[in-house]
């Protein structure tokens, strides 16, 4: 998620992440809403160090 997303504020959405989902959310500092349009390579490495952790790999 963007941290200047005009439509989804990040508070009730980090806590919907967390009570819904069961997950952390993560926040990208200068994207907004079109965040996968903003910031491509900090979401590819944001799910590589996922991949990594739920697979038990050290390092990605």
Do not use: Q, Y
């Not at 963007?2 to 069961?22: I, K, N, Q, Y």
């Not at 996968?36 to 990605?60: F, P, Y």
């Amino acid at each position: 998620m963007g941290a200047h997303d005009a439509f989804l504020p990040t508070s009730p959405v980090r806590r919907a992440a967390g009570l819904l989902l069961g997950t952390d959310l993560i926040v990208i500092g200068d994207a907004g809403h079109l965040v996968l349009d903003e910031a491509k390579d900090r979401i590819a490495w944001s799910c590589r160090r996922w991949w990594a952790r739920v697979n038990g790999i050290k390092s990605a």
